[in-house]
């Protein structure tokens, strides 16, 4: 469906559109492009920015089959709202009526920016928004501000009913489509709605600091038409300032100033790929993907919510299993998703697919009903040490000595060693890394090593290493890996070193056998004991 448009992160599923979305190719090239021309020439031409915009109005009209005179760019969903709400309200006597359940934007809008203003804050979920909303109503009440999608749940409002009944009262109905718009075929104009803000950075796949106002022409004539700028007036160009045109009768005139031209090129050729798949197929793909996320996951044990809603969110938990945690090792595993209210949010977009829904479902059936891990616990010898080398009767005078020598066996370049000895020293300086019972595990990050590596010394004589417990060292587990390390092998390397430092210390073989094959062959007999 997208092949070629995506460069996803290699060994990450993003799964996160309700975040953010993943910004096409084609969309940071024509960002790109204008950050160009800025270099080279400071600025495009007064055509060439006209010329951004009407390509912008032409593809969001397209997306929401409206009028393209109807279409607004702005910054993100709070300053459309704020826009909306601004030329609605006429009077501090004006009452709005807003969703409990809302995203905090909608409400820092109003409480912040209309303080005198009554509020009523009514809740949505799974009730029918006319009766959510009429016991409520007063001769006094003059706008409705909505979420389309719940942002955590992925419920989804039908506005015709309630935009109808709200047009027969002269109240007006704002909606913010931040979760909803790029992912679930929605025309504002049919759906009774007065106002639709909307952010670009999330299904409609980014750029940050973008997004449009959508305002019926029916409804025009009557607002107050304040929130106007220079750019929101037809200017032929710039040679002659001697008279001022008259702004667009048409909500253009919501255009304040200076525009993001990168921004807005980015996110028009992001929409202009939906258009071209058709949003229709758009909806298809994400819910056959949501669908098949919940069919399997619901097996393990998890609840979710609004499952039948046409939007691509869907959040889980699990009364047994600590949903933190579990975000936390999705997040480790390069399964990038979002942790809200207690629950894990998956929200996937066109460039995923099914094999990347396999692969979150079987990590997650990694965690048995008591919230352990079983990928991790289960995880065998060769699966976290494939890097390991063994080296014994290590004559070292001291630890400086002892730590030296065995970064002397890593699989690094020569030159590089020492800089690899100096970042295990600094992380000592810290505070020792000898854990007791005769064990140290002297570790670091560094960009030297591509993948995890250990070296493990046993010393011809005990050494002092200012351990935990007092006691002079004897065994030294190496471990250096890179900084970015998606599969977290480093910390599971840790804790499983620290597992068999327990069995070690019950198990004392270790420091008798001969060879190094039988000391992995004891080393290997224990971790698996263990797990």
Known sequence: MVSGLFKKKEETIYVNAASSGLMSIPAMKAAEGILKEYTERAELTWEEQLKVVEDFRKAVSKLLGVKKEEVVPVQNTSQGTYIALLNVINSEEDEIILMEEAFPSI???AE????MNKKIYVKFSRRNPVEAVKPHITN???AVVIDLVHYVTGEFWDTTELGGYLKEKGIYLIVDGIQGIGAIPFSPSSRNVHFLSCGG??????????GFLWVSREIFPEIKKVYSGWLGAPWKDFSNFSSLPHPYNDPRTFELGTRNLPGIAGLTENIKILNNIGIEHVNSHILMLKNSL?????SQGYKSCCENAPSGIISIKHEAINMKKLYEFLKNRGIICSYRNGMIRFSPHIYNNLQEIEKIIGIIKGVDKNG??????CMKFKEIFKSLKVVLDIDASSKDDAIKKLVDYLPVEETKKELLYNAIMKRESLGSTGIGDGIAVPHARSLIPKDVCIVVGRLKNPIDFDALDGKPVKLMFLVVAPPHDTKNRYLITLGKIAELSREISRDKRIFEVETEEEFVNELEKLLDKKS
């Open 372 to 377: 352990f891990f079983r990928y991790i616990k």
């Open 107 to 109: 409400k820092y809008i």
């Open 112 to 115: 912040v920016n209309f303080p």
């Open 201 to 210: 950075s999330k299904w409609l796949l980014g750029p940050g600091g973008t």
């Open 294 to 298: 919940l069919q399997k996951i619901k």
């Open 140 to 142: 006094k009440t003059r």
